[in-house]
């Protein structure tokens, strides 16, 4: 079983700045891709950005590429969202998301989070 805990979202104005953390625990696989994933009201859950924990190669949606950035601290077992240049359609809950390997399909994903909410003022 695999617990996955997100934090640091929150508020913020149009073209500011949000990093999301998620800490993981438990067994997991031997090389798990890593997710954020996102669901805005009245939407689909879509994929945002993924990370292979071993290689850290890493993969985006083209709605974020260039703006967001996924990375891990091993030592931590933790994953970031870095989100820059934000903007009112990027107002989600976004989850974090651990699989086998990559998957940008949410019905194929393993593990989920509970979820941390962005919210970008115009």
């Known amino acids: 079983q695999v617990q996955l805990a997100e934090s640091g979202g929150g508020l913020v104005q149009a073209g500011g700045s949000l990093r999301l953390s998620c800490a993981f625990s438990g067994r997991t696989f031997s090389n798990p891709g890593m997710h954020w994933f996102r669901q805005a009201i009245g939407k689909e859950r879509e994929f945002v950005a993924a990370l292979t924990w071993v290689g850290g190669r890493t993969y985006y949606a083209d709605s974020v590429k260039g703006r967001f950035t996924i990375s891990r601290d091993n030592a931590k077992n933790t994953l970031y969202l870095q989100m820059n240049s934000l903007k009112p359609e990027d107002t989600a809950v976004y989850y974090c998301?651990?699989?086998?390997?990559?998957?940008?399909?949410?019905?194929?994903?393993?593990?989920w989070g509970q979820g941390t909410q962005v919210t970008v003022s115009s």
């Open positions: 998301a651990a699989n086998r390997g990559i998957e940008s399909r949410k019905d194929n994903i393993a593990y």
